[in-house]
């Protein structure tokens, strides 16, 4: 009885927080049928927001991913000085609001910032422009393949890699014949993680793009920006369902990524 209880109360409390909200914005933006839907997302402005946010995924995922990987190593496997700071610093993002991520990156690169003066005089922008999104959503995503890596690192140990030390194998070798298939899906997983925040981030990244549509307006801001502007709000609820889409993908690749051997607590073969 009890089991039954917690069990159908879970899925209540689930069908109620996250079912029912994502069910209507499905409903608000097929409830005219595909054109409305169709004409929302096929814009200018919509295509132009995906693909800016798909591009931005696409240079900070690989860069989080490598990052994530030697930093990974280096906390694990080599004493480095520093290592316990940096080991700490890395959970930054997730403890600091993306907002005030974003306001630090304004205060670092706006004309009156840190570095603004000199990237003005030198004529690059980094503030309302690609360069400064792409940072803002690196700085986000950044722990996630790292926090993955580590306890993967320090379960397999350093045996194997040291056999293959004592054959004469070189260190680029040990890690591409050992270290990283053990690692593999502990990476694989982390990226996937990293992709879904990459893809949804919004706070840090509205403060540093200026949210210029068809310029540095990435999929969220648009959303937000049609629901404020738009009176039936088709266009926003079309970039939702499109968000959601991206969602749903990402879950299914974390579920393919996902080894059979995970679920029984093994998570490094």
Do not use: K
């Not at 270290?179 to 706070?203: C, K, M, Q, S």
């Not at 629901?227 to 993908?249: D, H, K, P």
Request: glycine letters at 8%; one cysteine or more.
């Amino acid at each position: 009885m009890i089991a039954r209880t917690v069990r159908y109360g879970s899925l209540g409390y689930l069908a109620v927080i996250l079912v029912a909200p994502v069910s209507l914005i499905f409903w608000r933006a097929f409830e005219h049928g595909m054109h409305p839907f169709w004409a929302a997302i096929s814009n200018p402005d919509a295509v132009h927001a995906l693909n800016l946010t798909l591009e931005i995924t696409l240079v900070a995922v690989p860069l989080n991913t490598m990052f994530g990987i030697l930093c990974g190593l280096a906390i694990v496997r080599h004493r480095i000085p520093g290592m316990g700071f940096v080991n700490a610093v890395v959970d930054l993002p997730m403890a600091l609001s993306p907002v005030v991520v974003g306001l630090s990156l304004y205060l670092l690169y706006a004309r009156d910032g840190w570095f603004g003066d000199w990237l003005f005089r030198h004529h690059h922008q980094i503030l309302f422009a690609y360069p400064g999104m792409l940072l803002a959503t690196i700085f986000v995503s950044l722990p996630f393949v790292v926090r993955e890596v580590v306890p993967v690192l320090r379960e397999i140990g350093t045996e194997q890699e040291e056999a293959a030390a004592t054959l004469g194998s070189s260190a680029l070798t040990t890690f591409r014949r050992i270290t990283l298939p053990a690692i593999r899906w502990a990476v694989a997983y982390g990226v996937v993680l990293t992709t879904a925040r990459a893809l949804g981030e919004f706070g840090a990244v509205a403060i540093v793009s200026g949210n210029i549509a068809g310029r540095t307006q990435t999929l969220p801001l648009y959303v937000q920006s049609s629901y404020e502007n738009s009176g039936s709000g088709t266009g926003a609820y079309a970039g939702a369902v499109l968000l959601a889409a991206l969602a749903i993908l990402t879950l299914v690749a974390m579920t393919m990524v996902r080894p059979r051997q995970e679920t029984h607590g093994d998570r490094s073969t």
